[in-house]
């Protein structure tokens, strides 16, 4: 056997060594390499979160949607926590399967329909970074106004593609350390936006029941797009390690940075939101003779969001079966990335943003289909492992289908609006309804496929005794 059990006291290859580079891809972490306590995965997703991708909910809160102050942190905390629960619900799959999430999928999809998720989150996760880049290089450049934006998103790109180079054990030393810093900082913030809002003249224009349906479904929009990489960072621990101490702080890191720093940036704009994106917001926190300081710490943020990422999008590219080692698939996303992100220049951001929320759509049914076949169908013994998978799934594919066709309706993009969304204001219910419909088909047809597995292995058990007793 292949796997060599930590209590024969074989030595791990690569276990929590820090500084050294994670020799695994996508294949199955061994017992021998399990390590780490659940706990971490609290200030992992704390400091991947405490973002500037966070402080925008709360600054669209007031400048688009101009929803009252009570109202909009009520929507806050709701749509946090039904993005957050599935998210921390796929965290379990890594302890327990020892696969990264993506790659888990062939699980579910096939190892070829898994190509599906895998190219899309691949797809996503090199834009994200391009996006993440752009800013971190505008950010030096008017920090350091002597370094060309060129070369601020080269250096800005270079420290991420090294972190995430050396995978999961420095990415989780990685945010650990960037929380303790972030939370010192947002922690001032925190008094200063009190003050601010206190302060304010702002009038709300917006409300009522679609005015918090558009805060929920925003709020909702962050931990879901975390979905996708949850057991990256959960794969390590031990197999028995109980499910509720890898939900527990998954979910209260997700949750308690998103609602932190979304507040944070709701209470600010509503005295700042005049200024002219929520970068500029950020970095007036503390006045004018801050900004300094704070282009800084933006820099420091977005490199703790976007780390992350980067090493998922690597693995992403490996569940396609494009033949690369890990390290060399992140310098593969990293450099296109770059890329990107140098032809996109300033402007970019607009453009990129606009066709990522359209693919950010495919992560709701996946994430639904993904949570039923791993909740309902493995514990009965229908999910093969991601090694042993079939090449498609139909019942899996078809629910996916159906789950996007049936969200078209419900979709309001710059480029698109749907009907249904249309005779709602604008609102965009999408995710919801697509993430029903997923679950609901899926369980449905996957039912019907093991009864149907089920049924001929019956009938061929009777048919061989038949054989033998004439």
Known sequence: MQDTSRAQGTTA?????????EPFGIERISERERHGRPWKLFPFWFGANVTLYSFLV???????????????????????????APFALLSVIGPATGYPQIAHSRSVFGRRGAYVPAALNWFS????????FILGGL???????????????????AVQIVVALYGHNLLHRFEQVMALILVVVFAAMSAVALQ????????????????????????????????????????????DTPRKSIVLPSFLGMAAACIWVEAIGLLLSTSLGSLADPVAVFAHAFGAAAVGPLLLLLVVNLLAANAPNLYSSGLSLLALDVPVKR?????????????????????????????????????????????????????????????RARPWRSSALAAYAAAVLAAVPFMDQPAFLGPASGAMGGLDLSDLVSFVVAALVFYALASRETQGARAAQSHGASSESMEVHP
Not at 139 to 157: M, T
């Open 13 to 21: 290859a690569y276990g929590g060594k820090v500084l050294k580079v």
């Open 58 to 84: 709360g600054y669209l809160g007031i400048t688009l949607f101009a929803l009252p102050v009570p109202l909009a942190l009520t929507g806050i905390v709701l749509g946090t926590v039904l993005g957050t």
């Open 125 to 132: 996760t090199t834009g994200w970074s391009a996006v993440t």
């Open 139 to 157: 950010a030096l450049s008017e920090f350091l106004p002597a370094i060309p934006f060129v070369l601020g998103v080269a250096l800005f790109a």
């Open 196 to 239: 601010e809002a206190t302060a304010s003249t702002y009038t709300p224009t917006g409300g009522g029941l679609v005015g918090l349906a558009f805060m929920v479904i925003l709020a909702a929009s962050i931990p879901l797009s975390w979905a996708p990489y949850a057991a990256d960072f959960s794969r390590y621990l031990p197999d």
């Open 327 to 387: 390290w060399s698939s992140v310098l593969v996303g990293g450099a296109i990335a770059t890329a990107l992100a140098v032809v996109g220049g300033a402007a970019g951001p607009g453009f990129y943003e606009t066709w990522l929320y359209f693919v950010e759509y495919w992560i709701a049914p996946w994430a639904a289909i993904v949570l039923v076949s791993f909740l309902v169908f493995a514990p009965r013994g229908t999910e093969s492992p991601p090694d």
